[in-house]
Structure formats: structure tokens, C-alpha cells
């Protein structure tokens, strides 16, 4: 029975051995520099990421947005939809991530918040399904990129991606990004092998419009970027 265990364990491992290598090679060949991509696209996607207490972004999500910042500064798009999870009401990330980038000069009516990106897939899937994307890039992490883009080939959706990779990481915080991807990859397979829904869709929502249409009416009461 050992034996057999024992086998089978690594019979799993090889699995994902295989997974992670598809899904980095597929995701590694959508990565473009600033002056390969295109402009005028769809939208800029920013998935989210930790908070700071402050409801500050934390260094890993300020890169991302940082990123965000210097696609829309060079014309790649007149639009970002920054996603994320927005359950815990002091965490809100795409609030948190909406609020930064325009004190960093984005006009508010640019920003879409897409409060139901709960994980990676849902945010690409979303992406297209709700805000009808069609052309777009990510702003996130190599590690993460790779997966983002695995999933958008898969969904067959024409998303590139742009490197965020500005801060240097703690040793820590790399081994546990490469542990935490390592096991994410064989969800992201997963999920677009089964072609699973997201947790949440609802009505779509017109890139051709303005983003504060999606800030909730306690948002908009309380908007510091309020027209």
C-alpha cells in the first residue's frame, strides 16, 4: 500500500510539473515591453492584491498600479478596469486601487472598478463577459502574468501582458509566491479545461461609458474625486 501511495504522489507531482510548464510558456510568449504593445486597446487590467491596514496598496499591488500608470500615460488605452475583491469593506481593493490611481493623475471617469474579480480567472474571465474587452494588457508580476495570460489564450481572449517587476521582493515573499503559483497554475488549468463559470457575473457594463457608473452609491457618496 506504501508503494502504491507513494507512486501515485508522484504521479501528482510530475502532473504538475507538466501544468506549470505549459502554463509559463504559454503565459511567457503573450509579455510584451512598453514599445511592442499596441495602442488604443480595449482596457488596462490591474488584478488586485493585498491591502495595507492604512488601506494603502500594498508594495506588490503599488507595482502593479505603478504599471497601470505607465501603459495609460503612453496611450496603450484610455481605459483601466482595476479588479479585485471587495467582500471586506475596510479591504476593499479595487476601491483602494481606484482611489490611487487617480490621486496619481488618472481622470476618475477612466477607472472601472470590477469588485467581483475574486482570483485570477474570474478577473480574466470578467473581463471579456462584463466589460466586453476584446484587445487589452494586464499589469501584474511576471509569476503572476504567466498565469493571467495562460488563462486569457485559453479563454481566447487577445490579452498581452506587461511586467510589473519594479520592487525588489524579500526572499520570503519570493518562495512564497513561487510555492502559492506553483499550486495556482493547476487551478488555472483546471478551471479553463472545464470552462467554469465565475462565482459572479450581472449586468454588463459599457467601456464606452464612465467609471464612476461603476462605484456604488456608498462610493459615490464618499468619493474624494467626486465631479
Not at 59 to 65: A, E, F, I, T, Y
Not at 124 to 141: D, E, N
Not at 147 to 161: F, K
Amino acid at each position: 500500500m506504501f508503494y502504491i501511495a507513494a507512486f501515485l504522489i508522484l504521479l501528482l507531482f510530475i502532473g504538475l510539473l507538466l501544468i506549470n510548464r505549459t502554463v509559463v510558456r504559454t503565459g511567457r510568449a503573450r509579455i510584451r515591453d512598453l514599445a511592442e504593445l499596441e495602442r488604443n486597446l480595449d482596457a488596462i487590467i490591474v488584478p488586485g492584491c493585498k491591502v495595507d491596514p492604512d488601506l494603502t496598496p500594498s508594495p506588490m499591488l503599488k507595482d502593479r498600479l505603478d504599471g497601470a500608470i505607465e501603459l495609460y500615460q503612453a496611450g496603450i488605452s484610455e481605459r483601466i478596469i482595476v479588479s479585485g475583491d471587495s467582500s471586506e469593506k475596510a479591504h476593499n481593493e479595487p476601491w483602494v486601487m481606484r482611489n490611487y490611481l487617480a490621486a496619481a493623475g488618472i481622470p476618475p471617469e477612466a477607472i472601472f472598478i470590477d469588485r467581483d474579480g475574486i482570483d485570477t480567472y474570474d478577473t480574466v474571465f470578467r473581463a471579456r463577459a462584463i466589460f466586453g474587452v476584446r484587445t487589452g494588457v494586464i499589469a501584474t508580476q511576471t509569476f503572476h502574468l504567466e498565469r493571467a495570460l495562460y488563462i486569457a489564450d485559453r479563454l481566447e481572449i487577445d490579452l498581452l501582458g506587461y511586467a510589473t517587476d519594479f520592487y525588489d521582493y524579500s526572499t520570503a515573499t519570493k518562495i512564497k509566491n513561487s510555492i502559492r503559483d506553483f499550486l495556482a497554475r493547476a487551478k488555472a488549468w483546471y478551471e479553463t479545461e472545464t470552462k467554469a463559470a465565475p462565482r459572479h457575473l450581472g449586468e454588463t457594463i459599457d467601456l464606452a461609458g464612465s467609471g464612476y457608473d461603476t462605484l456604488d452609491a456608498e462610493q459615490k457618496q464618499n468619493d474624494p474625486y467626486a465631479p
